[in-house]
């Protein structure tokens, strides 16, 4: 970039970001040739962006997580793809329309910019816990004094409540058959067991065939334990059978 700048003819240089998901064009900076990263700017107008963690909650100001935007430019999904659209479009937890979730890495910076990181991150990179703090110690040079930081306090474990109604031990029983678990409890997150969206799209589609119930989607992300989930379901009888999928007939048409 500062190559760029150097020549006579050019003065301003704009960085544009954007998946073709989003009608290509989410973000926008002016460049400045003393930076040290060029950022990909703030969202365009129509356009929101998200840094989220793996359970889609907001993540602090310069800490690293997933971009996801959301708007007027975010498209209906993929032509004939419907696993892959339930996958990277999702209902938006935090506000109106979907959230696109784009697979890049990214954060804030405290002028407000976002700062693209990359597309992945190694998972020993990836922060277990976050520790708030009001302020860092520091050394006498005025850097990060890592040995006085505190140590992690480990976060309070979940109880564990097995299955009790015949709701809930259905959803034990399809939970388990697409997380590989074998000990779910009503109070475990879907999403922090390993869950995703093209899974919760799955678990969706066998709630509504083993109970003829269409669960909306979006309550997998706003109600993500069985506990909750079960609240949104009819009570079962304590026997319920699985309903049989029919077996469809190829018919050949004469020409």
């Known amino acids: ?5 150097a020549h006579p003819t050019i003065t301003t ?19 400045n040739p003393t930076d040290d990263r060029t950022p990909i700017g703030r969202p365009v107008h129509g356009t929101q962006a998200l840094i989220l963690d793996s ?6 100001l310069g800490t690293i997580g997933e971009l996801y935007l959301t708007g ?19 209902p938006n937890p935090h506000g109106p329309g979907r959230l696109y979730r784009t697979g890049d890495l990214a954060r804030w910076r405290p002028d407000g910019q976002l700062d693209y990181v990359r597309k992945s991150l190694p998972e ?24 006085a930081l505190p140590t992690p306090t480990p976060a309070a474990a979940t109880r564990h409540e097995p299955p009790s109604t015949p709701t809930e031990k259905l959803l034990g029983e399809i939970w388990t058959e697409l997380l590989g678990h074998g000990e779910i409890g009503v109070h475990d997150d879907f999403f922090a067991l390993g869950g ?4 919760a799209s799955r678990m969706v589609s066998r709630v509504a065939t083993r109970t003829g119930v269409a669960l ?16 949104s379901l009819p009570e079962l009888p304590e026997h319920t059978e ?11 048409g004469r020409s």
């Not at 699985?242 to 050949?252: E, V, Y």
């Open 1 to 5: 970039m500062r190559e760029l700048y």
């Open 13 to 31: 240089l704009h960085n544009l970001y954007g998946p073709s998901e989003d009608t290509t064009y989410s973000t926008h900076a002016i460049t």
């Open 55 to 60: 359970e889609l909650r907001p993540v602090p």
């Open 72 to 90: 007027l430019g975010i498209t209906r999904g993929y032509h004939n793809r419907p696993a892959t659209t339930a996958e990277r479009y999702l």
């Open 124 to 147: 020993h990179m990836v922060p277990k816990q976050l520790v708030p703090l009001d302020e860092l110690p520091l050394t006498p040079n005025g850097k990060v004094d890592r040995n």
């Open 196 to 199: 995703h969206s093209l899974l």
């Open 216 to 231: 909306d989607l979006r309550l997998v992300f706003d109600r993500p334990t069985i506990a909750e989930l079960a609240r």
């Open 242 to 252: 699985q309903k049989p999928i029919p077996r469809l007939r190829r018919t050949l």
